[in-house]
Structures are given as structure tokens and as C-alpha cells.
């Protein structure tokens, strides 16, 4: 644990934006993580928590301290007939998390494979991808206060979890640091291969019985072929959120783009990609100076190299315009500008 000065953050966004902190520590336990709160240098500045950096944009250099979540660790804590409950340090990263659980033949995580962060920032915003949330698995976490560095345990309902939602984004912002997660996985999988390419990509591999590894696969190859890798290419996956409106919005958008795609979330509303929309818009693929939209998923903005996160801030600015122009719908990011 040492705390540095006049940092850069350029290795730990997956943007590659080039940024610094005024202050950078990482630590690798509850107990180092206590001491830095009582460094009386720290009392005063703002904390900004880092994890694998793969869900913000750096739009200017941080002045306060960046604290860098390294706690490690999966054990299995308890289990019952039909459950086995997983507990994972905040610093894991989240694919990780997920072999482990398809090792020991554990449900529940698999269609979430290859998401990229870590564990401790899962929950945050209730990452899901092809028909699961983390909330459909999610037990409890602990956390600590960051004013006070007290030790607190979350249940599903304290975390108030929606759509790429939860409390610490809302009304616990910038309070708490996760610390671990705990994650009821089943013994007797029920998989969910119904949601977006999953089942047409299992007939392609010729699997005709598939276990959880056999979806993981899947997820990882239709994510592999879709979604830039941010080791080769600046991007920090899905910039926005799929919108929810109302189903009668969506019958008067019927007619004239009668094309667009829509999954129901209640009998009142429906969510539209807004990969679709941004298409539509004439996005895809766009290139401006040394960044600009991926060509081989709409909702990826992408930095080719050395562009600043206030250019791709603008980018995404005027992609919302552009969709709420033509279609009357607002897109939100789901990506953390800071």
C-alpha cells in the first residue's frame, strides 16, 4: 500500500484516455483500506473507486484521491439442497469469478461471461447481459462507509437494483466501497439460451444438450465477435443504456419503422436497443479524427488512440441528439462520465 502523487490513469481506464490523479492508492484488504480513510492527507479529497476501469470516461485529470479496489479471494461460504452460496473479493475480476463458478459446476453467472470489470463493481449497476441481471443471482455484499470506514452488509432490497441500476449510483453515490459479494448459484442449472443470438449460436457449435459451460461458451463467442477487445482497441463496451418507453410510444413508431425490434418489460412498456437506434441514425461505424463508433456494434464508442474522453463525451452527445430527433426517445449512458 503506498500512496503516489500526480498519477497516471491512463493503464487503468479501459479507454486509454490519458489522464492523471492527484493522489492513486490500491490496497489489497479491508484493513488497508481502513488505514488509507485514516490518512489525514486523504480526509478532505474527493475518493473516486476504481476497479478494472472499464465503465468510465475520463473527460479531465481527477483532483482527488483514486482508490484502487485489489482485494482477491473465492471461497464457498455455505450450501443447501439446491444452492451453493459463493463469496468473491471486490477486486476479482469479474470473468474470473465466472470460470470459477463454471468449474465447480455452479448456474446462475454464465450468461454473463467475459463482462468486463470486476467483481466489487458488478453490482453497482447490476451488470446483465443476454436475459440475466446480477440481481436474479445476488445474495448480499459488504461494504465499506468511506467517511467513517465502518463495515456494512447490503441486502438485495438495500441495493434498490434496476435496469443498470442500484442504490450506489442513486442515493449511496460515492459513500461506500465494496469490499466482496456474495452470489447464490444453483446446483440444478436452469439455463436461459432464449435471449439474443444465444441459441442460434449453440446450433452453430452443434451442441444440442447444453450445460452452463456450453452457454458461457456461446456468450463469449457472440461477445468475441461483436465487441472490440480493449487490449487492441479504446472502449469501455456498451456507452448506453437500452431505453425503456411506453408501449404506446412504440405502437406510433410502428408505423413509420416498422423494422424496429422491441422486447416487452411489462404490459405497459417495452425496451428498444439502442444499438438499433443508433444505427438508424446513421452511426455505425463512423469515424471522426482518432475515434468514433465501433463498425460491428453501434453501442461501442471507441478511441482508435490518443483522442481525450471530452471528444468522445461530445460524441455521445450528439448521438443522443441525433436519436431523440428522429425517434423522440432520449438514450442515457450507461458508462460513468467522470
Not at 471461497?75 to 469469478?97: M, Q, S, Y
Not at 463508433?293 to 483522442?307: C, E, P, R, S, T
Amino acid at each position: 500500500m503506498k500512496l503516489q502523487a500526480d498519477f497516471s490513469l491512463k493503464p487503468y481506464n479501459t479507454f486509454g484516455i490519458d489522464v492523471k490523479a492527484k493522489l492513486f492508492a490500491r490496497f489489497e484488504t479491508v484493513q488497508e483500506l481502513q488505514e488509507l480513510l485514516r490518512m489525514p492527507e486523504l480526509e478532505n479529497e474527493e475518493k473516486l473507486i476504481l476497479g478494472g476501469g472499464s465503465n468510465l470516461l475520463f473527460t479531465k485529470d481527477f483532483d482527488g484521491v483514486v482508490l484502487q479496489n485489489g482485494i482477491k479471494g473465492i471461497e464457498i461460504i455455505a450450501e443447501n439442497d439446491t444452492h451453493t452460496f459463493v463469496k468473491a473479493g471486490g477486486g476479482e475480476v469479474w470473468h474470473r469469478f465466472v470460470l470459477y463458478t463454471l468449474d465447480q459446476n455452479l448456474g446462475g453467472v454464465e450468461n454473463l461471461s467475459l463482462i468486463p470489470g470486476t467483481v466489487g463493481a458488478s453490482p453497482l449497476q447490476n451488470i446483465g447481459a443476454y436475459g440475466v441481471e446480477l440481481k436474479d443471482v445476488f445474495e448480499e455484499l459488504e461494504a465499506v462507509e468511506l467517511a467513517t470506514g465502518d463495515i456494512h452488509t447490503f441486502d438485495k432490497e438495500a441495493c434498490r437494483f434496476g435496469y443498470r441500476e442500484s442504490a450506489f449510483k442513486n442515493e449511496l453515490k460515492g459513500r461506500y466501497l465494496v469490499t466482496a459479494v456474495t452470489f447464490k448459484l444453483q446446483k440444478n442449472h436452469t439455463l436461459n439460451t432464449s435471449y439474443g443470438a444465444i441459441k442460434t449460436t449453440l446450433d452453430e457449435l452443434k451442441v444440442i444438450q447444453p450445460t452452463i459451460q456450453d452457454v458461457s461458451a456461446a456468450v463469449c463467442h457472440i461477445r468475441q465477435s461483436k465487441l472490440p477487445d480493449p487490449a487492441q482497441i479504446g472502449n469501455a463496451g456498451s456507452f448506453f443504456k437500452n431505453p425503456e418507453i411506453p408501449l404506446a410510444l412504440y405502437e406510433t413508431l410502428k408505423v413509420n419503422f416498422p423494422e424496429m425490434p422491441a422486447y416487452p418489460v411489462s404490459e405497459t412498456a417495452v425496451k428498444v436497443p439502442a444499438g438499433w437506434l443508433i444505427e438508424q441514425c446513421g452511426w455505425k461505424g463512423k469515424v471522426i479524427e482518432n475515434y468514433g463508433v465501433h463498425k460491428n456494434q453501434a453501442l461501442v464508442l471507441v478511441n482508435y488512440g490518443g483522442a481525450s474522453g471530452g471528444k468522445i463525451q461530445q460524441l455521445a452527445y450528439d448521438i443522443i441528439a441525433s436519436v431523440e430527433q428522429k425517434f423522440g426517445i432520449t438514450l442515457r449512458p450507461e458508462v460513468n462520465i467522470i
